[in-house]
């Protein structure tokens, strides 16, 4: 019994090799392109020509064909109307509907509860030394001007796109279908109109921010120590500290540029763009939307909540000399040095806005 | 009930546009719209075959898994409609099709799109059977009036059959062992290789809340 398998085995073997030889030696006899798996459609095209002379009823090669997305000819005018089959559609349905829905809620779940559990455990970073009241100022009204631009067209979209990727599962069961679906147009509306607004802004803030975010030698050791975060300890850092750098070219530069180009891909169907490209790019634009904004929760809570006068100087564009020389000492240092700022013991007076800044 | 599908004999069809001609008469779609197209592989020489494709209505539709408004729904007799009502004209239906059905009005900037239009298998949409709104949003609804599609009743050579699986499958076998030859349904596997969805009501008929798959 076994026995006859393994011939049976041994037989079919044989039958294979014997045909792996000859087959190629003959189509390189008579086509040499053959022996290459057919790659555009005029390969296929003589494929199912030769097919057809040998074997009449065999259409193997053309329903290969259909399968492939390889366009036909067709009457009907438009983009990839002779294509018969897509099938990187169910890949990027696959995707979006399966790791991006699931990962990126558990993403948007996870950040901002550690971040409160954070802010539970440590509280408001706040200066160890009472406000000198002298203020110095951080950000120009310019800087200002971009980075809340930046910002608000930030939160917008952030709003509108998860709307888009989760609404259907947590918006429309509490809404219903004609509620959720006018909030969804003005939402849709309202990406697809700010999302440029927002590219011009990201261009705009890279410039405005670059000069002080060179990466330092002495941002390593803001690094490995994570900033003092946790320890309360004293890291000198420049006017930007190592977080706020890698901020700005991890979040506002690399994603900034990922989420920009992807998004334009979508947002002008008018450029006759296919279907393939669009679907890559609404998975890329929507993982690095994701992780643009679990990242942002960490900026947004230490320019509020999680650190004392941080806001304010965003806000008013001033900070307290305290806090410029507790946060960012390298860059007090180099304002004294260049007299922007007088030494403290020259000037003990508090001036006139003098009150301790709440963020 | 029946489960409807479209089959498309890749024998017999002669590229004549019998079928794309008699849906944009019956359904009057919008201009730049086609719910049905012919394509043509291998075009002037031997091994020519021309498939009619057009929404399949697909057992597992991917336009309804990647709505986000979710305006998909499925008939008791397995036809994939739309609520326009509904759509945002976002495109997603139009990238999860593998047969190109979803079409929008427009392709304008900012992804001002209009609702999407597809073929409805002349089923109409959520109003009410042939009423004036049910025509202007989706065209005929024959299905209600006992007719099938109509390019399926046009076509010339009935390489286009529409209605019951069963019934259009058993006529496509019977050929197929006539002639001995031609026995793959193209686009078959891809829209009817999963399990049926439940069919359903429409969007906005159903309960505030009522969990849909």
């Known amino acids: ?359 | 009930m029946a489960r409807m599908k479209f089959l498309c004999d890749a024998e017999r069809c002669i590229e004549c546009n019998g079928c794309v001609t008699a849906c944009k008469n019956e359904n009057e779609v919008p201009w730049g719209v086609n719910r049905r197209r012919v394509v043509t592989l291998n075009d002037g020489v031997p091994g020519e075959r021309s498939m009619s494709v057009a929404c399949m209505h697909c057992s597992d539709a991917p336009c309804m898994a990647v709505c986000p408004v979710d305006c998909f729904y499925k008939t008791a007799e397995g036809v994939v409609l739309h609520d326009k009502d509904l759509c945002i004209g976002c495109g997603y239906c139009f990238y999860a099709c593998p047969f190109g059905a979803p079409q929008f009005p427009q392709d304008g900037a900012f992804g001002l799109r209009g609702k999407m239009d597809k073929c409805t298998f002349c089923a109409g949409g959520p109003e009410a059977n042939g009423s004036e709104a049910e025509f202007k949003k989706y065209g005929r609804n024959r299905l209600s009036e006992g007719k099938l599609p109509a390019c399926a009743e046009m076509c010339s050579t009935k390489a286009l059959l529409g209605g019951d699986g069963d019934v259009i499958a058993d006529i496509y076998r019977t050929r197929v062992t006539r002639r001995g030859k031609g026995s793959e349904v193209w686009g078959w596997g891809t829209a009817y290789g999963r399990p049926d969805q439940q069919p359903q009501t429409p969007p906005q008929q159903q309960p505030q809340g009522g969990n849909k798959s």
């Open chain 1, 1 to 359: 019994m076994s026995s006859r398998v393994v011939l049976t085995a041994l037989s079919h073997l044989l039958l294979v090799l014997t045909l792996a030889s000859v087959v190629p030696v003959w189509a390189d006899e008579k086509q040499p392109y053959v022996t290459s798996p057919p790659s555009s459609s005029d390969e296929r095209t003589t494929n199912q020509v030769e097919r057809q002379q040998t074997q009449p009823f065999n259409n193997a090669p053309l329903w290969r064909e259909v399968r492939s997305g390889d366009p036909g000819i067709t009457q009907v005018k438009g983009i990839e109307t002779g294509v018969l089959v897509q099938p990187q559609g169910e890949a990027w349905r696959t995707l979006r509907n399966g790791p991006v829905i699931l990962y990126g809620g558990i993403l948007l779940l996870v950040v901002p509860a550690a971040i409160l559990l954070f802010f539970a455990w440590r509280g408001s970073l706040k200066m160890h030394s009472p406000p000198s009241g002298r203020l110095i100022q951080r950000f120009t009204s310019w800087e200002r001007l971009i980075h809340w631009l930046t910002a608000i067209s930030f939160v917008v979209l952030a709003f509108s796109g998860i709307l888009m990727l989760f609404g259907k599962y947590i918006v429309l069961p509490l809404f219903g279908y004609t509620l959720f679906s006018w909030i969804a147009i003005v939402s849709k509306n309202l990406h697809n109109f700010v999302g440029p607004l927002f590219v011009f802004c990201t261009v705009l803030m890279f410039f405005t921010f670059v000069g002080g975010n060179f990466w330092r030698v002495y941002d390593w050791k803001w690094i490995k120590k994570g900033g003092g975060m946790v320890s309360g300890e004293h890291v000198p850092a420049g006017k930007y500290n190592a977080g706020e750098k890698l901020w700005f070219w991890g979040g506002v530069t690399l994603l900034g540029i990922v989420v920009s180009a992807s998004g334009l891909i979508l947002d002008f169907p008018n450029f006759d763009q296919g279907r393939g490209l669009m679907q890559q790019a609404n998975i890329v634009h929507g993982v690095a939307a994701l992780f643009y904004m679990a990242a942002s929760l960490g900026h947004i809570y230490l320019g509020t909540i999680g650190m004392q006068g941080a806001y304010r100087a965003m806000r008013h564009g001033t900070v307290d000399e305290t806090w410029a020389r507790e946060h960012h000492e390298y860059w007090y240092d180099d304002l004294k040095a260049r007299n922007v700022v007088a030494s403290p013991s020259t000037h003990s007076t508090p001036g006139p806005r003098a009150q301790p800044q709440h963020g």
